[in-house]
């Protein structure tokens, strides 16, 4: 059995929380998966201060009680997330871009590795697939997995014809992350995703110490002698341009 939430960044019970409903019930025609939706704006969630205590001393020192820590555990504790938003004035809504920047230090520790990502987005015209873009590189950067997200239009009144390729635009994704749900999950890192790791984590060692919460993320998760986040056999010349991005880091830090 595969867990999936999907967080849903619109008030209303319309267009993108149809689509949501739509992937996800096409989804489950594929096998054993059970679901959960989270409507965002049903959560209580603060907008950031920016007093970045998240980020230099850990998250535990945030001076918020709210439904952060709920929905990180949801997150955990699922197979695969989906992150749905209209596309209000070319972005994201300002619910679920509240609910990313209560995310924001996870970029710094990253976490999600094994599962499994994918974005939806509803516009009304255009604009939308750069912000497909955006929550799938948010995903990336949270450590998930990704399968590459969607975008429909929902422009009213709603033409058979652009219902018919919204259903279809959704059924194909739902098919795509089916896959990479039932895939093993921890897949070799490009050239370029070994190289930001290996950038980082010397970046890190070198640079901070034990009162920042960063380090010893790092350190406790054993990142500082690991060949990358997760066990991985990297091929001869990974190996060898991994070992080169620590020395030139390394070097660089040190002039
Ligand atoms: C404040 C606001 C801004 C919007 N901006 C855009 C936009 O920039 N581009 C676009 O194509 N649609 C835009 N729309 C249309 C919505 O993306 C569209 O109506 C969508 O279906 C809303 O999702 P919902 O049905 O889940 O509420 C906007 C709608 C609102 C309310």
Request: proline share 4%.
């Amino acid at each position: 059995m595969k867990k999936v939430t999907a967080f849903v960044g619109s008030a209303r019970k319309q267009h993108t929380y149809n689509a949501v409903c739509k992937f996800l019930s096409s989804l489950q025609s594929f096998g054993d998966v059970e679901y959960e939706i989270v409507r965002l704006s049903e959560c209580n969630l603060v907008t950031c201060r920016g007093c970045k205590l998240c980020l230099d001393k850990g998250e535990e020192f945030c001076q918020f009680k709210d439904d952060r820590d709920l929905l990180l555990g949801k997150m955990m504790a699922s197979d695969g997330v989906v992150f749905a938003s209209p596309n209000y004035s070319f972005q994201v809504s300002a619910i679920m871009k509240k609910f990313l920047d209560r995310l924001g230090f996870v970029f710094h520790r990253p976490r999600f590795f094994g599962k499994a990502f994918t974005s939806i987005v509803v516009q009304g015209i255009y604009g939308g697939p750069k912000i497909v873009e955006y929550l799938d590189f948010v995903g990336d950067n949270l450590g998930f997995n990704v399968v590459k997200g969607s975008c429909i239009t929902s422009l009213e009144p709603i033409p058979d014809e652009v219902q018919r390729k919204n259903n279809r635009i959704l059924e194909e994704q739902s098919i795509r992350f089916y896959d990479r749900l039932s895939q093993p999950s921890y897949p070799v890192p490009t050239l370029f995703k070994l190289m930001i790791f290996r950038m980082s984590r010397t970046a890190i060692a070198r640079m901070l110490n034990e009162s920042y919460c960063d380090y010893t993320y790092y350190r406790d998760k054993g990142w500082f002698e690991s060949n990358y986040f997760y066990p991985v056999r990297l091929n001869p010349l990974k190996k060898i341009a991994g070992n080169l991005f620590d020395y030139t880091t390394a070097r660089s830090i040190k002039k």
